[in-house]
């Protein structure tokens, strides 16, 4: 959960978003490294006297031509290995489709026959003591954690997207279209997003939270709402 003070990322409860979090320090080292170089480079040739010689030396020349080539190699190849991995679906424990909706979500666990429920925002006035206003809703989507778990989104209207931070997913949802992804938590907790894609007057008003737990709670869970 962020907060107001909050410089960095909020804690990843996923193996995506552990990776993209090293990947962001890894892409500010070397943006950093840049930077320094050219400050240096700046520097230099403010204080001392170019001469001929260095202005048109070819080593000078092969350098900037290589050396960003090379930059390029350190940023391209983690983060092509990130995009496969995200796009990697392998064999899920359990599929959930997303539908979205002016202004609410609708979920649906494909693997149980009935199982499906809409999840709207609490109202300000309704929220109990110690939630967190405009983020919280009626009901949550509960995981089973430590399970790959594939998301189907789509949209009923217009154009919204599933996304939670913390767990590295940010999805559209398209009337019309099926977008899927995938997502393993590694811990027990509650986990919260909204809705990324501006979808109306209230846009603001569709928070999405999803709920790790562990597999026997899931059961439980899953078979009380059923039996409802």
């Given at each position: 959960m962020a907060n107001h003070s909050q410089l960095g990322f909020q804690d990843a409860s996923s193996p995506i978003m552990e990776e993209l979090v090293e990947f962001h320090d890894h892409a500010?080292?070397?943006?950093?490294?840049?930077?320094?170089?050219?400050?240096y480079l700046l520097a230099h040739m403010l204080v001392e006297k170019l001469s001929s010689n260095a202005v048109d030396a070819q080593e000078v020349e092969l350098i900037w031509t290589i050396l960003p080539a090379i930059v390029l190699v350190l940023l391209a190849l983690p983060s092509l290995q990130i995009l496969y991995m995200m796009d990697e679906i392998d064999e899920p424990d359990?599929?959930?489709?997303?539908?979205?909706?002016?202004?609410?979500?609708?979920?649906?666990?494909?693997?149980?026959?009935?199982?499906?429920?809409?999840?709207?925002?609490?109202?300000?006035?309704?929220l109990p003591n110690g939630h967190f206003r405009l983020l919280e809703v009626d009901h949550?989507?509960?995981?089973?954690?430590?399970?790959?778990?594939?998301?189907?989104?789509?949209?009923?209207?217009?154009?919204?997207?599933?996304?939670?931070?913390?767990?590295?997913?940010?999805?559209?949802?398209?009337?019309?279209?099926?977008?899927?992804?995938?997502?393993?938590?590694?811990?027990?907790?509650?986990?919260?997003?909204?809705?990324?894609?501006?979808?109306?007057?209230?846009?603001?008003?569709?928070?999405?939270?999803?709920?790790?737990?562990?597999?026997?709670?899931?059961?439980?869970?899953?078979?009380?709402?059923?039996?409802?």
């Open positions: 500010l080292i070397v943006a950093l490294a840049i930077c320094s170089l050219v400050l359990l599929t959930l489709k997303a539908i979205g909706h002016q202004w609410y979500w609708s979920y649906e666990y494909t693997d149980f026959k009935d199982l499906s429920f809409d999840s709207y925002m609490i109202p300000t006035t309704d949550r989507v509960v995981v089973p954690m430590e399970s790959p778990i594939r998301v189907i989104i789509t949209a009923g209207d217009v154009l919204h997207s599933w996304a939670v931070p913390t767990l590295g997913v940010k999805t559209d949802a398209i009337p019309g279209r099926l977008n899927q992804t995938s997502f393993i938590t590694t811990r027990p907790g509650i986990f919260y997003g909204q809705c990324s894609e501006i979808c109306g007057a209230n846009h603001s008003y569709m928070p999405i939270v999803v709920e790790s737990t562990p597999l026997p709670h899931f059961e439980a869970w899953s078979s009380l709402l059923s039996s409802s």
